[in-house]
C-alpha cells in the first residue's frame, strides 16, 4: 500500500529519464471502484500537465512513464485526491461520525486505486516527513501505534466540487449523526452539496437537519425548492425561526407559501409575522468594529485600541469582506490565544448567527439563548450590519413589553 504524501512532489520523468516535472496530485474516478486514471504533474515551467494513467511504467525512486505520452483532461466523474479528498471532512458511516482525512490510502490491484483512507495522527506527520521519528520513539518505549485507516466503502465525502458525482450512498447510517452536529459541517459546504446530502435522508430526520442549519442556508436552501416542498417544511420547523426564514422571502413567494400550510399552522404563522413588524432599530447599537479577513491580529488589536475607547461593550469582531457583507465573526478571548501575525480568517467562525431589522424582539432573545451568544448583528437585505443588539438591551426590552 502507498500513501499520496509518499508519491507527492516525486520527480516525473519518462523511461530514457527525460524529466518532466514533479507529482502535484492524482486524478481519480469517483465511483464504487475510485480507478486512479491520470498524473497531474508540474513541469520544469510550473505549469500543471495531465497524463493518462495508462503512460505509467512504474513507482520506485522516480516515476517513470512511456516516453511517447500524450496529455489529457478531466472528464466527467473525475476528482483530485488533493483538492477534493485531502483535507476535507468526510462522514465514517461505521462510526457515525464526520472526520477528517490526514492522507490517502493508493492500492495496485490491475492498476492504482484509492483504496481508503487515514484519519490519524500519523497521516499527518506522514506528510511532514515525521512518521518514521514517532516510531521510532514508539519503539523504544515498547508503545504501538498504528494508523486508523477507513476503506473507501465506509466513508461518504461531504463535499464534492464537481455536482455531477454520485457515490454509494448508506444513508441509514447518516441518521444516527446528531442533527446539529451533521448540520453543523454541512454549512461548511455549498447549497447544492446541503442538498444532495439531506436528499438521502428520512423527511423528518432532514428537517432537523435544516432547523440546526444557520437562517441564512435555511433561507438559500428553501429559495431553491419548489413553493410546495418549502411550505412543508416551513410547518414543520420551530415558528420563530420559519417567521425569519419567511422574512427573507419576496411577499409574493411568502404569500404562495402561507396559502399551501393547513389553516391553524397559517394563522398561528401570520400572527408572528405580525408581530415582526415591530422593529428592533430603537434598541440598535452602532458600538461594534469590522475587520478584513487578512488582517492579522496585531492590525485587529491597533484598530480596537484606535476606534473603542468610548464603547460601553466589546465582546466580538466582525468579518467583512471588500464589499462589507459579514462573513465571519471571533470573540477577543479567542483571538488573544492566536500569535500577532495569524490572519483572523484562520480562527474566525464563518457561520454568523444574524437578525434582521424585522426579526421579533423574542425571536432575538430566543436565538441569544439557543446560540449562547451576548451580541447578535442586524443585518440588512445585502448583509451589510446594521448594528448590534445586546443581551442586556434585548432582555431589558422584552420584560418591558411583558410588564
Given at each position: 500500500m502507498l500513501y499520496f504524501s509518499e508519491l507527492k512532489g516525486k520527480k516525473v520523468e519518462t523511461e530514457d529519464?527525460?524529466?518532466?516535472?514533479?507529482?502535484?496530485?492524482?486524478?481519480?474516478?469517483?465511483?464504487?471502484?475510485?480507478?486512479?486514471?491520470?498524473?497531474?504533474?508540474?513541469?520544469?515551467?510550473?505549469?500543471?500537465?495531465?497524463?493518462?494513467?495508462?503512460?505509467?511504467?512504474?513507482?520506485?525512486r522516480v516515476i517513470a512513464i512511456k516516453k511517447n505520452f500524450i496529455f489529457g483532461e478531466l472528464v466527467e466523474n473525475e476528482l483530485h485526491v488533493m483538492r477534493n479528498l485531502l483535507d476535507k471532512q468526510i462522514i465514517d458511516i461505521i462510526g457515525n461520525k464526520v472526520?477528517?482525512?490526514?492522507?490517502?490510502?493508493?492500492?495496485?490491484?490491475?492498476?492504482?486505486?484509492?483504496a481508503g483512507v487515514d484519519i490519524s495522527l500519523l497521516g499527518i506527520l506522514r506528510r511532514?516527513?515525521?512518521?518514521?521519528?514517532?516510531?521510532?520513539?514508539?519503539?523504544?518505549?515498547?508503545?504501538?501505534?498504528?494508523?486508523?485507516?477507513?476503506?473507501?466503502a465506509d466513508i461518504q465525502p461531504l463535499e464534492l466540487s464537481r455536482g455531477r458525482v454520485k457515490l454509494k450512498i448508506r444513508e441509514e447510517k447518516l441518521e444516527k449523526i446528531k442533527p446539529e452536529d451533521l448540520a453543523d459541517?454541512?454549512?461548511?459546504?455549498?447549497?447544492?452539496?446541503?442538498?444532495?446530502?439531506?436528499?438521502?435522508?428520512?423527511?423528518?430526520?432532514?428537517?432537523?437537519?435544516?432547523?440546526?442549519?444557520?437562517?441564512?442556508?435555511?433561507?438559500?436552501?428553501?429559495?431553491?425548492?419548489?413553493?410546495?416542498?418549502?411550505?412543508?417544511?416551513?410547518?414543520?420547523?420551530d415558528p420563530d425561526e420559519a417567521i425569519d426564514v419567511l422574512l427573507t422571502f419576496s411577499k409574493k413567494r411568502r404569500d404562495d407559501i402561507l396559502n399551501i400550510i393547513e389553516p391553524s399552522k397559517r394563522r398561528e404563522l401570520k400572527y408572528l409575522l405580525f408581530l415582526s413588524k415591530t422593529p428592533i432599530g430603537d434598541i440598535l447599537t452602532t458600538e461594534f468594529i469590522t475587520v478584513q479577513p487578512n488582517n492579522t491580529v496585531r492590525e485587529v488589536i491597533d484598530i480596537i485600541?484606535?476606534?473603542?475607547?468610548?464603547?460601553?461593550?466589546?465582546?466580538?469582531?466582525?468579518?467583512?469582506n471588500e464589499n462589507k457583507q459579514i462573513v465571519g465573526v471571533f470573540n477577543l478571548h479567542e483571538m488573544l490565544l492566536q500569535s500577532l501575525d495569524t490572519p483572523v480568517y484562520k480562527f474566525m467562525v464563518p457561520n454568523v448567527v444574524v437578525v434582521h431589522l424585522t426579526?421579533?424582539?423574542?425571536?432575538?432573545?430566543?436565538?441569544?439563548?439557543?446560540?449562547?451568544?451576548?451580541?447578535?448583528?442586524?443585518?440588512?437585505?445585502?448583509?451589510?450590519?446594521?448594528?448590534?443588539?445586546?443581551?442586556?438591551?434585548?432582555?431589558?426590552f422584552v420584560l418591558k413589553k411583558i410588564r
Open positions: 529519464h527525460v524529466e518532466i516535472g514533479h507529482l502535484e496530485d492524482l486524478i481519480f474516478l469517483a465511483s464504487e471502484t475510485p480507478r486512479v486514471t491520470k498524473l497531474l504533474i508540474k513541469d520544469k515551467f510550473k505549469k500543471n500537465i495531465i497524463i493518462p494513467i495508462d503512460y505509467l511504467k512504474k513507482i520506485n472526520v477528517r482525512v490526514n492522507d490517502v490510502a493508493i492500492v495496485d490491484k490491475k492498476g492504482l486505486q484509492v511532514l516527513k515525521l512518521e518514521n521519528f514517532l516510531l521510532k520513539i514508539y519503539n523504544f518505549f515498547n508503545l504501538k501505534y498504528t494508523a486508523r485507516f477507513l476503506s473507501w459541517y454541512l454549512e461548511q459546504t455549498n447549497i447544492k452539496n446541503i442538498r444532495r446530502i439531506l436528499n438521502m435522508l428520512d423527511e423528518k430526520f432532514a428537517v432537523n437537519v435544516i432547523s440546526n442549519l444557520n437562517v441564512n442556508y435555511q433561507a438559500s436552501l428553501l429559495r431553491q425548492f419548489p413553493k410546495e416542498k418549502t411550505a412543508k417544511i416551513i410547518s414543520m420547523i485600541k484606535m476606534e473603542t475607547p468610548a464603547f460601553y461593550f466589546l465582546n466580538n469582531v466582525y468579518v467583512v426579526t421579533p424582539e423574542e425571536t432575538v432573545l430566543h436565538k441569544m439563548i439557543k446560540y449562547k451568544v451576548q451580541a447578535i448583528p442586524v443585518i440588512d437585505g445585502g448583509k451589510h450590519i446594521l448594528g448590534i443588539v445586546t443581551f442586556d438591551d434585548i432582555a431589558d
